[in-house]
């Protein structure tokens, strides 16, 4: 489907006549209706503003970091430092992040922490692992709207995982290298309001643009001469000015007033010279 008339690929001067035009109109039409786009821009602005600055609840993060370094032993008990032992932690790491975000580790911490008041598949939602490329550290991160409570979900969390460790994988390489402290200055990652205001701004702007554009395109009235002309290809022969409410109001008949003070081209019925215009 194409909108707009053709461009032939031979013309170049007239495609850019025609593309100038086409700018033109589109410009015209977001002209008429800024008003539209400007009240839908700031309606949205300042309502997602206020709502994330007074109606979502802080949420705060807590990391614990663990590291993952198994290391080889000589026969005296002295540790063995290799490429292949570093390579083998690291290509653990994934293995150790699903483990500690399932419900064998989160439920043994909701049997033993019951302060908490969440389930082991509650604990999912608030927990997170992740790890740098080629890096043998771990950080384990829970968000929760209760600094203090992450910050004690985080190390209960690490800490069930550092005894079950052995167990499960057969191999004890996993230790605790910094514990979350709850007397550090909490870190609140959501709500953030500069980055929701800026973000509905250009958003509601799309919208109210892209809704200008829409009703403009399913409007078929003719508004114009060039409507007209556009539309069914003849001239416009005449055209009828708008006729205010004065215009109406009753004149003084033509006896009431001397003829000589009477113009010979005055006319005082509706519809004539004073209202049409004619196009020659």
């Known amino acids: 489907m194409m909108f707009g008339p053709a461009v032939h690929p031979l013309f170049p001067q007239q495609n850019r006549r025609l593309r100038a035009m086409e700018l033109k109109e589109s410009l015209l039409i977001v002209r008429k209706k800024i008003w539209m786009i400007a009240a839908i821009v700031l309606t949205a602005t300042i309502l997602s503003g206020v709502y994330s600055l007074y109606f ?5 993060e807590a990391s614990t970091k663990l590291l993952v370094n198994h290391q080889d032993r000589y026969s005296d008990g002295t540790a063995m430092m290799d490429w292949n032992s570093v390579n083998t932690n690291i290509m653990l790491m994934n293995s150790y992040k699903e483990i500690i975000q399932s419900e064998a580790i989160l439920n043994a911490v909701a049997d033993e922490h019951p302060e908490f008041e969440l389930t082991g598949k509650e604990l999912m939602s608030y927990i997170s692992a992740s790890s740098s490329t080629d890096s043998q550290i771990m950080t384990v991160y829970v968000r929760d709207f209760s600094y203090e409570r992450a910050v004690s979900i985080a190390n209960a969390v690490a800490g069930e995982f550092r005894a079950q460790i052995p ?13 979350a402290n709850p007397a550090d200055e909490p870190t609140q990652v959501a709500p953030n309001p500069p980055l929701t205001i800026i973000l509905a701004f250009l958003l509601s702007g799309m919208f109210a643009v892209g809704l200008v554009f829409l009703l403009d395109y399913l409007d078929d009235t003719m508004k114009s001469e060039a409507d007209v002309e556009k539309q069914l290809g003849l001239p416009t022969l005449s055209l009828i000015h708008a006729i205010r409410k004065d215009d109406l109001s009753p004149r003084s008949s033509p006896s009431s007033s001397p003829p000589h003070q009477q113009h010979p081209n005055e006319s005082h019925a509706i519809g004539e010279k004073s209202y049409v215009t004619v196009n020659h």
Do not use: E, G, Q
């Not at 979502?56 to 705060?60: A, E, F, N």
């Not at 167990?167 to 514990?179: E, F, G, P, R, Y």
């Open 56 to 60: 979502v609840s802080p949420t705060y």
């Open 167 to 179: 167990s499960i994988m057969k191999v004890d390489n996993v230790a605790i290298l910094t514990a």
